[in-house]
């Protein structure tokens, strides 16, 4: 079954694991549409190279290892990525590079694809890496896009991608309210069968459903409901470690009678002893290959926003929301974003609203705004309130009175506004309900391709500003208009910003890798410091955390050293290279602009 609008297929959930569920069908049809208008470059482009082989193995050894790989996994689960790259788009993504390639697109690929059907699976293909010496380099789904997707950071290294056959929900328990999930399962996936099974829990979403449940958590992401801090709300993992080993972390470590999972796995995180499953998030330490999850019960919310004149506003509106958010009156984590934005998830594209190069004037994202349902404004504030609905009421109540301290400030519910707004889509992520809306912003440039930034500021007003001051800064600096969504918690903000670039102007690619070097040298001076990464700036920001003497990385790679002696699991991932790349030159530090050749430099 295939859904299709504008003559425009796009892969069902019935047919792909990574696939559209069938109420987003029509959703998804139009917003590819719209993707490839937006796109100039073709399909597909021959290689200009052959296969890129792993770093220090020959043609003939990897041809060896392949096929003794195929002889394991079936030739099917095994193949060679020969083939021309094909960016797709969000439901059709690569596994074999960065869809928003920052460099070229040849540069950051992977030699092979490798599709284990079970945990067994992965740990054969562990021990094959080991015997080859070939690094390897997990993925879940695949679809961590703005932060270097499916591609590894090593040239040359095999993606296994755990996704393609290892997609089980492998269960819901609805008296716990809890669930256990394999790689491949996306947030989509989870929601059509807790619909199915008319169970009234909720499941966490990001801005966008197509993710990994288990890989966003890993990589500590963030969503929308009070459950939202992805990582805090896991309970149990499975780990299959680098020398092919496996082990289940919190209460897992205890087996269940006659052979059973323990039945506590999913009930509390910490169990006995240290707590180790921290160092299987954004690390190269373990490929999780089961990971529990507490689901929250359903329950009445109400969504709504307000608006902001002016830019100056945003001390003022970061200091209101910090006592409201430490006292948990707001039970989600709020968005914060700028007005351009209504303009990108609209559909407007940046040729359409301004002539020639650079970006908008503010003049003009004034003109385009006060078209809008909003109006012309500068910060939205994006909230949702819980619980039934004389609770919701008073705590509106006490809302409203904050922020109407703010001379100018409006206040609007979904339904001050027209059906299709942004609002709705809003209303559906903070209940649990996964959405396919986030994406037409990035239709702003030709080829539009993006790259976040990603700092942690505190919710404090005179602080929060500086990190927004210099993020506005560094983005005029280099030509790009700012697209900032701030989620703002009780103490901290994830400032995130979206750097989007046409990814045929290799001109424009080189100013975003000085806007993100800056930036982050900028932050740190300051003490702020980024939450997660694209691959291609982790070692910086790794080497930002160097209190004493960068006490924190020698642990990480005293770590790395004991589990991964032969240095195969995701070399460099989150800056953690095993000793055998170490200091050879594949650091990319603060001056690495020209990317054009990933590999060890002089
Ligand atoms: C977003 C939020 C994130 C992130 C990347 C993107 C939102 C985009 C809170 O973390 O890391 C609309």
């Not at 056959?165 to 669930?179: K, L, T």
């Not at 169990?271 to 689901?295: C, E, H, R, W, Y």
């Amino acid at each position: 079954m295939t859904t299709q609008a504008a003559s425009v297929i796009v892969p069902t959930l019935q047919e792909r694991h990574s696939g559209t569920p069938a109420r987003l069908g029509e959703i998804a049809a139009a917003a590819k549409s719209r993707v490839l208008e937006n796109r100039t470059l073709p399909t597909a482009q021959p290689r200009k190279r052959s296969v890129r082989l792993p770093p220090g193995v020959s043609l003939e050894k990897f041809e060896e290892a392949v096929k003794e790989l195929k002889g394991a996994l079936g030739a099917e689960n095994v193949e060679v990525n020969d083939q021309p790259l094909v960016d797709g788009w969000y439901m059709e993504h690569p596994n074999t590079h960065d869809a928003f390639h920052i460099t070229d697109q040849e540069e950051l690929v992977s030699s092979a694809t490798i599709y284990p059907g079970s945990t067994e699976e992965v740990q054969s293909t562990v021990r094959w890496a080991n015997k080859f010496g070939i690094p390897v380099y997990p993925i879940s789904i695949g679809r961590n896009l703005g932060y270097g997707g499916a591609a590894p950071r090593v040239p040359g290294a095999a993606v296994i991608d755990l996704g393609r056959r290892m997609h089980e929900i492998v269960n819901i328990d609805a008296e716990n309210a809890s669930c256990v999930v394999e790689p491949g399962v996306t947030y989509y996936k989870l929601y059509e069968e807790i619909q199915n099974r008319k169970l009234p829990l909720w499941v966490d979403t990001p801005d966008l459903g197509g993710g990994s449940v288990l890989g966003n958590a890993i990589d500590r992401g963030v969503g929308y409901t009070p459950y939202g801090d992805h990582f805090a709300n896991h309970c149990g993992m499975e780990v299959v470690l680098p020398n092919g080993e496996v082990l289940r972390t919190g209460m897992g470590a205890m087996p269940g009678p006659n052979g059973a999972d323990n039945p506590t796995w999913q009930s509390f995180q910490h169990a006995f002893g240290p707590s180790i499953d921290g160092i299987f998030s954004q690390s190269n330490f373990g490929i999780v290959t089961k990971m529990g999850f507490q689901l929250m019960p359903a329950t009445e919310h109400q969504s709504y926003c307000f608006t902001f004149p002016k830019d100056e506003d945003f001390e003022q509106i970061v200091d209101l929301i910090r006592p409201l958010a430490q006292s948990r009156v707001l039970g989600n984590v709020p968005q914060l974003r700028q007005v351009i934005q209504e303009l990108g998830v609209a559909g407007h594209r940046r040729a359409d609203l301004h002539d020639g190069p650079g970006p908008l004037t503010q003049e003009e994202i004034s003109a385009a705004a006060s078209k809008l349902p909003l109006g012309d404004c500068t910060w939205i504030f994006y909230g949702c309130q819980y619980g039934p609905p004389e609770s919701i009421k008073a705590q509106l109540d006490v809302i409203k009175a904050a922020f109407f301290q703010i001379p100018g400030a409006k206040f609007f519910l979904p339904s001050d506004l027209p059906p299709d707004h942004y609002l709705s889509d809003r209303a559906l992520v903070c209940s649990g309900v996964p959405v396919l809306r986030d994406l037409d912003w990035l239709n702003w440039e030709p080829n539009g391709a993006h790259l976040f930034f990603s700092p942690i500021a505190p919710t404090r007003g005179k602080d929060a500003r500086k990190v927004h001051e210099i993020v506005a800064a560094a983005h005029k600096r280099y030509g790009f208009n700012l697209f900032p969504t701030l989620c703002v918690a009780g103490r901290e903000i994830h400032y995130i910003t979206n750097i989007i670039y046409d990814r045929a102007d290799p001109e424009a690619k080189v100013r975003a890798i000085k806007l993100m070097r800056e930036m982050i040298t900028e932050c740190a001076a300051l003490g702020f410091g980024e939450y997660r990464t694209h691959l291609l700036f982790a070692d910086q920001v790794a080497s930002t955390y160097n209190w004493n003497n960068s006490a924190l990385m020698t642990f990480n790679e005293t770590l790395k050293d004991a589990l991964d002696p032969n240095g195969i699991l995701a070399p460099g991932r989150n800056g953690i290279w095993p000793k055998q790349f170490r200091g050879k030159g594949w650091e990319l530090g603060a001056d690495a602009i020209d990317l054009t050749s990933i590999g060890p430099r002089k």
